[in-house]
């Protein structure tokens, strides 16, 4: 175990703090509060702003052509500021998924440009394996062979794309698997890279840095774990709350690893229930890499 020397980036709490990016050409971190319905920035100030969306928002992409793409309930936007600040919602892909009370989850861009994105069943209790993997690229919308989710997470890219690793943070599955990714977007040779059952914490978001090293939240553990590429635990950091949920590289040297969590329904012993849904920077050793933007 490291120390990681885990610093607060700002005063915003979460509900369930989720998908954090960084926004290159901008020098800021995005991230969303699923429940809380929000959307949040920190730019290289340090100056906060938080916009309200209508519906709750799984995840969020860099759009090239403007503003954000996300995943929200009925389907997938793009966010576009105004000039009056405020934040327009266009849906460009509507969904329909197979059971009531679904959502999309976990997203994230390849190194192509094409989002990715999983669904689950709000109720986790249901432990329901309804939610899948799609992909959107070039206008289409598309379902991919993998299916049987229950709460899909971790998605993440190795640095030249070939390789893609996704994690179900279920308490009945704690598993992330790797994929082969050919050039065509399609995912095969599904295996197991880590058992989490194996490590603390459940699989929870993740990221990749420039190494090919694959860093994992360890929900309801307080911990970001680190993988090589062989699957073996290389280190664990520690943050001050029990719910890290989802981890980006960011920071003018990409050098900063800011950690989104989530707050729990009940205070959780040995953790300051003040910091719980705050969003952490700690210093990982390492430089990551900047998500693609979405191509359209």
């Known amino acids: 175990m490291s120390t990681s020397n885990a610093t607060v980036l700002c005063e915003a709490r979460c509900q369930v703090g989720e998908s954090p990016i960084w926004h290159a050409a901008e020098q800021a971190l995005y991230w969303v509060d699923i429940e809380g319905r929000a959307v949040h920035r920190v730019d290289a100030a340090g100056q906060h702003r938080q916009w309200a969306v209508a519906e709750r928002i799984g995840c969020i992409a860099v759009h090239a052509q403007g503003g954000l793409l996300a995943a929200m309930e009925t389907g997938l936007f793009q966010l576009t500021q105004q000039a009056d600040g405020t934040l327009a919602a266009a849906r460009v892909q509507a969904v329909e998924f197979p059971l009531p009370d679904m959502r999309f989850n976990d997203g994230r861009t390849d190194r192509e440009g094409r989002f990715w994105v999983t669904s689950m069943v709000r109720n986790m209790a249901a432990a329901s394996p309804a939610g899948a993997l799609f992909r959107y690229a070039q206008g289409q919308f598309t379902a991919t062979?993998?299916?049987?989710l229950r709460t899909g997470n971790g998605l993440g890219f190795?640095?030249?794309?070939?390789?893609?690793?996704?994690?179900?943070?279920?308490?009945t599955a704690q598993k992330i698997w790797a994929f082969d990714l050919d050039s065509d977007g399609q995912p095969t040779g599904q295996r197991l890279f880590v058992d989490m059952q194996q490590h603390p914490g459940r699989p929870d978001g993740a990221a990749v840095d420039a190494d090919g090293c694959y860093w994992i939240c360890g929900n309801d553990?307080?911990?970001?774990?680190?993988?090589?590429?062989?699957?073996?635990?290389?280190?664990?950091?520690?943050?001050?709350?029990?719910?890290?949920?989802?981890?980006?590289?960011g920071g003018s040297r990409l050098d900063r690893l800011y950690v989104t969590t989530?707050?729990?329904?009940?205070?959780?012993?040995?953790?300051?229930?003040?910091?719980?849904?705050?969003v952490f920077v700690l210093n990982p050793q390492c430089t990551g890499l900047v998500d693609t933007e979405f191509a359209g």
């Open 145 to 148: 062979s993998v299916t049987g």
């Open 158 to 171: 190795s640095p030249d794309g070939r390789v893609m690793y996704l994690s179900d943070s279920h308490p």
């Open 221 to 249: 553990a307080g911990l970001v774990h680190r993988f090589t590429p062989d699957g073996r635990l290389d280190r664990s950091l520690a943050i001050p709350a029990a719910k890290p949920a989802m981890c980006a590289f």
């Open 262 to 278: 989530i707050a729990p329904g009940a205070p959780i012993p040995g953790y300051e229930a003040s910091l719980a849904g705050a």
